[in-house]
C-alpha cells in the first residue's frame, strides 16, 4: 500500500484553513447507494478543491468487490457532469487512495482487518451507511476490537438515518453506541444541516438586528414549514414501507429546521452551546395524546397522477409497496411550543411526495396590524409573511402590502426577493461535502446529539402510536397535487391560508 499518510508536499504552505490531519474513513455499506451517489462524489470534491489531501478510503461490505472492483465502481461514480474537466491525473490519485475488505458485518475477521488498513492515520472514522439492522453488529464488531479508542488517533462513528425506528429503538442503538463510544465520537447524520441556507437560517435571525425583535408571538401569526418532492418513493418502496413520511422527513430533516427556526440565541457558536438551544425547542413541543391526533395530524398517500407531464402510479402500485399499505406518504402537523416566546403560535409544517412542486421552505406569517384603517378599499389583505427558501431558488422572499399606483387606496401584496445565486454567483457545496469536512475536523455542530434525537423521537413516538389505534382509512391524493384535502383544516381560522405549492 502507497504510504499517503506524510504531508503532500504540492499543499505545503497552502492556507487550508479547513484541512483535517491526515484520515481514513471506513464506509459499511459501501456498495449501496448512498455511496454512489454522495459519499464518493463527496470526498473526490473535497479532494479536487484541495481540502482533503492526505487520506484513505476503505470500503467494507458483503459484496465481492475486491480492491480493483471498487476503484472501477467509483471510477464510475465519478463520471459526473461537474467533474468533466477534472483531469484524469487527479481521478487516478484518487481512486489509488481506495481499498476494499470484504466481509460479512457479524463476522470478526473484517473487522481484524481495520487496522492494517487504517494504519499511520491519526483521525479514522467509520461511516455506518448500511440498513439499520447492521449497525449494531458493526458497533459490536468494532468495539470488540478495541477500534473505537485508538492510543494517539482521534476516532469517530458517523451514524447514518434512520436513527431508530421509534424512541424505543433509537435508545437502543444509543445505549450500544454509548458502550463503546464517547457521546463526542458520534456523529450522527442529518444532511439538511449541511446545506448551505439551513446554516445561514442562524446567521439570518442572529446576525441581523431586524428580525429578533418581531420572531416572537407578539408579531407572529404562525409559522409554517413545507418539505415537498415531486418524487416518488421510486426503488425505495421496501424501505419506505417501514418508515413513512413521518419517520423518514419529519422526525429528522423537518424537525432541524423547526429547532433552527424557534430556537433562542446561543451564547456563542460552540456545538454545544448551539445544540443546547435546538434541544430547548424539541423538548417545549406540546405532546400530541393519541386523542389529540385527529385534530393535529393529517395523513395521505398519493394515488396515480401527472406529475410534469409524466401520468405516474399510485403509492400502492410500486415496488416493494403492499396493496393494502397504509403508510403515509404525505403528513401534515400542527404544533405548539409551550415557550415564552411561542406561546399561542401554531407552528403547521408538512412533507410529502409526488406533490405539486419541489421545495423547502419555511414561512413565517406575521399578524395583521391591529386596527386596519383601510378596510373599505381593499377588505381582504394577505398577512405580511417572509418565506425563506432552503431549496431550490435558495433565497428569501418578503410578501408585504403596497398601495397600486392610481387614485385611489387599494392595495395589494408585492414581493421582496434575495436569491442567493444571483447575489453570491457560486453553487453552495453539496451537503455532504460540507459535513464529512466537518466530521473530518471534529466539528460536530451541524450533526445530531443523543438528547436531541430521544427527544424528537419521543414526540413522534405518541403520534405513531395514536395512528395505530386508528383504522379509518387513508386519505389518497392526487399526484402532482398539493396534497391531502383534509390539509386545508387544519389551518383552522380561514383567514389562514397554505403557501402555494
Ligand atoms: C432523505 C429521505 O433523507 O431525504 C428521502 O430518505 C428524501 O425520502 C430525501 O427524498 C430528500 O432530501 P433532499 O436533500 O433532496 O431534500
Given at each position: 500500500?502507497?504510504?499517503?499518510?506524510?504531508?503532500?508536499?504540492?499543499?505545503?504552505?497552502?492556507?487550508?484553513?479547513?484541512?483535517?490531519?491526515?484520515?481514513?474513513?471506513?464506509?459499511f455499506?459501501?456498495?449501496?447507494?448512498?455511496?454512489?451517489?454522495?459519499?464518493?462524489p463527496?470526498?473526490?470534491?473535497?479532494?479536487?478543491?484541495?481540502?482533503?489531501?492526505?487520506?484513505?478510503?476503505?470500503?467494507?461490505?458483503?459484496?465481492?468487490?475486491?480492491?480493483?472492483?471498487?476503484?472501477?465502481?467509483?471510477?464510475?461514480?465519478?463520471?459526473?457532469k461537474?467533474?468533466?474537466?477534472?483531469?484524469?491525473?487527479?481521478?487516478?490519485?484518487?481512486?489509488?487512495?481506495?481499498?476494499?475488505?470484504?466481509?460479512?458485518?457479524?463476522?470478526?475477521?473484517?473487522?481484524?482487518?481495520?487496522?492494517?488498513?487504517?494504519?499511520?492515520?491519526?483521525?479514522?472514522?467509520?461511516?455506518?451507511?448500511?440498513?439499520?439492522?447492521?449497525?449494531?453488529?458493526?458497533?459490536?464488531?468494532?468495539?470488540?476490537?478495541?477500534?473505537?479508542?485508538?492510543?494517539?488517533?482521534?476516532?469517530?462513528?458517523?451514524?447514518?438515518?434512520?436513527?431508530?425506528?421509534?424512541?424505543?429503538?433509537?435508545r437502543?442503538?444509543?445505549?450500544?453506541?454509548?458502550?463503546?463510544?464517547q457521546?463526542?465520537?458520534?456523529?450522527?447524520?442529518?444532511?439538511?444541516?449541511?446545506?448551505?441556507?439551513?446554516?445561514?437560517l442562524?446567521?439570518?435571525?442572529?446576525?441581523?438586528?431586524?428580525?429578533?425583535?418581531?420572531?416572537?408571538?407578539?408579531?407572529?401569526?404562525?409559522?409554517?414549514?413545507?418539505?415537498?418532492?415531486?418524487?416518488?418513493?421510486?426503488?425505495?418502496?421496501?424501505?419506505?414501507?417501514?418508515?413513512?413520511?413521518?419517520?423518514?422527513?419529519?422526525?429528522?430533516?423537518?424537525?432541524?429546521?423547526?429547532?433552527?427556526?424557534?430556537?433562542?440565541?446561543?451564547?456563542?457558536?460552540?456545538?454545544?452551546?448551539?445544540?443546547?438551544?435546538?434541544v430547548?425547542?424539541?423538548?417545549?413541543l406540546?405532546?400530541?395524546?393519541?386523542?389529540?391526533?385527529?385534530?393535529?395530524?393529517?395523513?395521505?398517500?398519493?394515488?396515480?397522477?401527472?406529475?410534469?407531464?409524466?401520468?405516474?402510479?399510485?403509492?400502492?402500485?410500486?415496488?416493494?409497496?403492499?396493496?393494502?399499505?397504509?403508510?403515509?406518504?404525505?403528513v401534515?402537523?400542527?404544533?405548539?411550543?409551550?415557550?415564552?416566546?411561542w406561546?399561542g403560535?401554531?407552528?403547521?409544517?408538512?412533507?410529502?411526495?409526488?406533490?405539486?412542486?419541489?421545495?423547502?421552505?419555511?414561512?413565517?406569517?406575521?399578524?395583521?396590524?391591529?386596527?386596519?384603517?383601510?378596510?373599505?378599499?381593499?377588505?381582504?389583505?394577505?398577512?405580511?409573511?417572509?418565506?425563506?427558501?432552503?431549496?431550490?431558488?435558495e433565497?428569501?422572499?418578503?410578501?408585504?402590502?403596497?398601495?397600486?399606483?392610481?387614485?385611489?387606496?387599494?392595495?395589494?401584496?408585492?414581493?421582496?426577493?434575495?436569491?442567493?445565486?444571483?447575489?453570491?454567483?457560486?453553487?453552495?457545496?453539496?451537503?455532504?461535502?460540507?459535513?464529512?469536512?466537518?466530521?473530518?475536523?471534529?466539528?460536530?455542530?451541524?450533526?445530531?446529539?443523543?438528547?436531541?434525537?430521544?427527544?424528537?423521537?419521543?414526540?413522534?413516538?405518541?403520534?405513531?402510536k395514536g395512528?395505530?389505534?386508528?383504522?379509518?382509512?387513508?386519505p389518497?391524493?392526487?399526484?402532482?397535487?398539493?396534497?391531502?384535502?383534509?390539509?386545508?383544516?387544519?389551518?383552522?381560522?380561514?383567514?389562514?391560508?397554505?403557501?402555494?405549492?
Open positions: 500500500m502507497e504510504d499517503i499518510s506524510t504531508p503532500n508536499p504540492l499543499l505545503q504552505g497552502l492556507e487550508l484553513t479547513r484541512e483535517p490531519e491526515p484520515f481514513a474513513i471506513v464506509i455499506g459501501v456498495t449501496g447507494d448512498l455511496t454512489r451517489k454522495k459519499l464518493i463527496a470526498l473526490f470534491s473535497l479532494f479536487v478543491k484541495e481540502h482533503i489531501s492526505r487520506f484513505r478510503i476503505i470500503g467494507f461490505a458483503r459484496r465481492p468487490w475486491g480492491k480493483e472492483g471498487f476503484r472501477e465502481q467509483a471510477a464510475d461514480m465519478l463520471d459526473k461537474e467533474f468533466q474537466n477534472v483531469s484524469s491525473d487527479i481521478k487516478n490519485t484518487f481512486l489509488s487512495r481506495l481499498e476494499y475488505i470484504q466481509s460479512p458485518f457479524e463476522e470478526q475477521d473484517g473487522y481484524a482487518r481495520i487496522d492494517e488498513y487504517t494504519k499511520g492515520f491519526h483521525t479514522r472514522i467509520y461511516y455506518l451507511s448500511t440498513p439499520p439492522n447492521a449497525y449494531e453488529p458493526i458497533i459490536e464488531g468494532l468495539g470488540n476490537h478495541g477500534l473505537q479508542a485508538q492510543e494517539h488517533c482521534s476516532t469517530r462513528i458517523i451514524v447514518e438515518k434512520p436513527f431508530g425506528r421509534d424512541l424505543a429503538s433509537a437502543k442503538l444509543n445505549m450500544t453506541l454509548s458502550k463503546y463510544f457521546e463526542e465520537q458520534i456523529y450522527r447524520i442529518d444532511h439538511y444541516l449541511g446545506k448551505e441556507t439551513v446554516q445561514n442562524m446567521v439570518l435571525r442572529f446576525g441581523n438586528g431586524i428580525f429578533e425583535p418581531i420572531w416572537n408571538n407578539r408579531y407572529i401569526d404562525h409559522v409554517q414549514i413545507t418539505v415537498s418532492e415531486k418524487i416518488g418513493v421510486g426503488t425505495r418502496g421496501n424501505y419506505y414501507e417501514q418508515a413513512g413520511a413521518l419517520r423518514d422527513m419529519v422526525q429528522n430533516h423537518v424537525f432541524q429546521l423547526l429547532s433552527l427556526t424557534a430556537m433562542e440565541p446561543p451564547n456563542d457558536l460552540r456545538p454545544d452551546s448551539i445544540r443546547n438551544e435546538k430547548k425547542v424539541l423538548s417545549s406540546r405532546p400530541i395524546t393519541y386523542r389529540e391526533v385527529g385534530d393535529c395530524t393529517v395523513r395521505g398517500q398519493y394515488a396515480e397522477g401527472v406529475i410534469d407531464g409524466q401520468e405516474v402510479p399510485g403509492y400502492r402500485e410500486e415496488k416493494g409497496v403492499s396493496e393494502d399499505s397504509r403508510t403515509e406518504t404525505f401534515a402537523l400542527k404544533l405548539f411550543l409551550d415557550t415564552w416566546r406561546a403560535v401554531p407552528f403547521f409544517l408538512r412533507s410529502g411526495k409526488r406533490l405539486a412542486r419541489r421545495t423547502s421552505e419555511i414561512a413565517v406569517y406575521f399578524k395583521e396590524p391591529p386596527h386596519h384603517i383601510f378596510s373599505s378599499q381593499t377588505p381582504t389583505l394577505q398577512k405580511n409573511h417572509l418565506i425563506i427558501r432552503i431549496q431550490p431558488d433565497g428569501m422572499t418578503m410578501v408585504f402590502n403596497a398601495k397600486i399606483p392610481g387614485y385611489t387606496t387599494v392595495m395589494r401584496p408585492v414581493k421582496m426577493d434575495f436569491f442567493y445565486g444571483r447575489t453570491f454567483g457560486e453553487t453552495p457545496p453539496e451537503a455532504y461535502e460540507r459535513l464529512l469536512l466537518d466530521a473530518m475536523i471534529g466539528d460536530s455542530t451541524l450533526y445530531t446529539r443523543r438528547d436531541e434525537i430521544e427527544s424528537s423521537w419521543g414526540f413522534i413516538t405518541r403520534i405513531l395512528w395505530e389505534e386508528d383504522d379509518s382509512p387513508i389518497q391524493y392526487r399526484a402532482g397535487g398539493a396534497g391531502p384535502e383534509e390539509t386545508r383544516e387544519l389551518l383552522g381560522d380561514e383567514k389562514r391560508r397554505w403557501s402555494k405549492l
